[in-house]
């Protein structure tokens, strides 16, 4: 299939019953799985499930699932063990798993006092560092071997929603909160390093370029994707609009610098390259509910995961990314 | 098991308001009635040690390539970092 509409080739769907998604995340290791942090009742009551899907050319089935006690509303892998991943809930906790052992979480890390909507393991090789990111307005860095926390990041005036390392510099990590900044944090230093008015609207999503170090994305409940550069964040260096509601997710690209990828509460998957004048490449309209989880496969090339609050989560390649460039 | 999901509708997509099942759930959950089916578990952590890695990392796609700059009209070489030891002056929100 070709055009710029719903065209998405060799799509597979694996249904939650019961459960709505918040998070997907591929496994650094394996390339067929992938990992869904989802809700019961949108994430308002009852409990959580993650779910460890396995995926191939016959279609989706259930590596294994675990529930929590709370709704689950983010998921990271670990990048020093292929067994292990990390969630965040919304009682306040983070959950340590391990995919060979059904019976329970490993660890358990209660510090935050509100929802921990954002969770994710260190990118660069040196570090093995997870952040978290509250509605409780902190971000807290943790050693995934230690059950406390190592530092506490105090700063945003409102919810933050998204935390999330640099995959280039060690110890840095970006956060977008609901006080509409992005703000870059080290964390030699408990104070913020930079802070970015980003949108005059809440900032749901942040993410890093995979290919210069200097550059970030941001999404927000304007409806719109913009672009910043550390050297000058006085104005963005790209606006993409096209969403009609609230941006959730932005990821780039693990592959080319200028692609990125967003999902939205108007229930599409755009994908982007802002090198280009007409920067909106594909808009793919295969969920019927508020589309929150998306990533993009380290393994294969082009290849999308994706997950919305009707109860569906999508594995598929779409047109502008199916030829390698 | 998979569990194959029906193809995606042509149809028009209405404004996304909030299903009616969403509101009817706030709306037990902040009177402080039950909500019908809620599982609430009691899971807690079984302390139990990590199953050992035996697969080696996978580099990512970005590393080995150096972090350089992507071709971009009007924007100065250099790939130096932004964050020098001076943090840029908060901006009030």
């Given at each position: ?53 396995e ?7 259930l ?8 709704g ?17 809930s ?6 340590i ?34 952040v ?7 971000a807290?860095l943790?050693d ?31 956060s ?6 992005l ?28 290919y ?9 409940v ?21 969403h ?44 019927t ?18 997950c ?7 594995i ?10 | 098991g998979v ?24 709306r ?41 700059e ?24």
């Open positions: 299939m070709s055009g710029a509409r719903g065209g998405a080739r060799r799509s597979q769907a694996f249904r939650l019953p019961g459960r709505h998604g918040y998070a997907v995340e591929f496994s650094p290791y394996l390339p067929g799985r992938l990992a869904c942090a989802a809700a019961q009742y949108y994430g308002i009551a009852g409990c959580g499930t993650l779910a460890v899907l995926q191939n050319e016959a279609g989706i089935c590596f294994r699932s675990f529930d929590w006690n709370d689950l509303f983010d998921v990271t892998w670990s990048e020093n063990n292929e067994h292990v991943l990390v969630t965040s919304g009682d306040g906790a983070l959950q798993w391990d995919t060979a052992k059904p019976t329970g979480p490993l660890q358990v890390c209660k510090e935050h006092t509100q929802e921990v909507y954002s969770v994710d393991w260190s990118q660069t090789r040196g570090e093995q560092l997870v978290s990111g509250s509605w409780d307005q902190t807290k943790w995934p071997t230690v059950g406390r926390s190592l530092c506490t990041f105090k700063g945003h005036e409102g919810i933050i929603y998204s935390t999330i390392w640099s995959p280039h510099i060690p110890g840095c990590f970006a977008a909160s609901g006080d509409q900044t703000r870059i944090w080290d964390v030699k230093t408990p104070g913020v390093k930079v802070v970015i008015p980003g949108h005059q609207a809440e900032i749901l999503s942040c993410d890093w370029c995979k210069d170090e200097n550059l970030l994305v941001t999404g927000a304007d409806c719109s994707l913009k672009g910043w550069d550390l050297r000058n964040v006085r104005q963005p260096v790209f606006n993409l609009v096209g009609t509601y609230a941006v959730r997710r932005v990821k780039f690209s693990p592959f080319h610098a200028t692609l990125l990828a967003s999902c939205s509460y108007d229930f599409t998957v755009r994908f982007w390259d802002f090198s280009k004048p007409n920067p909106l490449l594909e808009t793919v309209e295969h969920h509910e508020f589309t929150c989880g998306l990533d993009l496969s380290l393994h294969n090339h082009g290849q999308v995961a994706d919305a609050w009707d109860e569906l989560v999508k598929y390649t779409p047109s502008c990314l199916a030829a390698p460039v | 569990v194959p999901a029906a193809p995606p509708s042509s149809a028009p997509l209405p404004a996304p308001a909030p299903p009616a099942s969403f509101s009817e759930i706030l037990l959950v902040r009177s402080g009635r039950d909500v019908p089916g809620l599982h609430r578990p009691n899971v807690t952590a079984s302390l139990a040690s990590p199953t050992p890695s035996r697969l080696a990392r996978r580099p990512k796609p970005w590393e080995g390539a150096r972090p350089a992507p071709p971009q009209p009007g924007r100065e070489p250099g790939g130096s970092g932004a964050l020098g030891p001076a943090p840029l002056t908060p901006a009030s929100p």
